[in-house]
T-cell receptor, first 109, second 113 residues
Framework: GQNIDQPTEMTATEGAIVQINCTYQTSGFNGLFWYQQHAGEAPTFLSYNVLDGLEEKGRFSSFLSRSKGYSYLLLKELQMKDSASYLCAVKSGYNKLIFGAGTRLAVHP | DVKVTQSSRYLVKRTGEKVFLECVQDMDHENMFWYRQDPGLGLRLIYF???????EKGDIPEGYSVSREKKERFSLILESASTNQTSMYLC????????????FGDGTRLSIL
């Protein structure tokens, strides 16, 4: 079957670092995406990994290990506006994404 | 910037009605998708389309159909709405290449009474 797991909720303090993990078991793999979704808004694209390793983009970084079926999203220097849901999605076939249920992150002062 | 526009943010319909949700994208994307998003379940794919007049079933197509008569427009149809179709519906589009992200509309919150 197809399965993507990520924690339901996380909390963190403004200015800190938080790591959101994602593990997956899918029948195919053509890349992994992370999206950010603020309440009541559309998901917006954050990062894409298809090769093992770390991709850095400003305060956000994403890591992939294909052999372990594992990814994480690292958020540094947290800001209040980072409070949102973070969605992990695996491209298992041609242009078809499978989404995890999302991790709701609350950033506190 | 890519713009994906869904015709309504909020919609209330009655059980048994035929419901149309419209989605338009302005970036000449080949691929278009319809998802529903429910608490604790994440986004689930209903239908997608690679090209005009072409459609493929996603993971939960039952009770839905789609239409893509023009490249920029992808419509989701609830043939006979039921209360278990109350949900947030999200449309997305993307280019055909593997590394291209999907771009989402703001969603339609549909309530079936």
């Amino acid at each position: 079957g197809q399965n993507i797991d990520q924690p339901t909720e996380m909390t963190a303090t403004e200015g800190a670092i938080v790591q959101i993990n994602c593990t997956y078991q899918t029948s195919g793999f053509n890349g992994l995406f992370w999206y950010q979704q603020h309440a009541g808004e559309a998901p917006t694209f954050l990062s894409y990994n298809v090769l093992d390793g770390l991709e850095e983009k400003g305060r956000f970084s994403s890591f992939l290990s294909r052999s372990k079926g594992y990814s994480y999203l690292l958020l540094k220097e947290l800001q209040m506006k980072d409070s949102a849901s973070y969605l992990c999605a695996v491209k298992s076939g041609y242009n078809k994404l499978i989404f995890g249920a999302g991790t709701r992150l609350a950033v506190h002062p | 910037d890519v713009k994906v526009t869904q015709s309504s943010r909020y919609l209330v319909k009655r059980t048994g009605e035929k419901v149309f949700l419209e989605c338009v994208q302005d970036m000449d994307h080949e691929n278009m998708f319809w998802y529903r998003q429910d608490p604790g379940l994440g986004l689930r794919l209903i239908y997608f389309s690679y090209d005009v007049k072409m459609k493929e079933k996603g993971d939960i197509p039952e009770g839905y159909s789609v239409s893509r008569e023009k490249k920029e427009r992808f419509s989701l149809i609830l043939e006979s709405a039921s209360t278990n179709q109350t949900s947030m519906y999200l449309c997305a589009s993307s280019l055909g290449q593997n590394d291209q992200p999907q771009h989402f509309g703001d969603g339609t919150r549909l309530s079936i009474l």
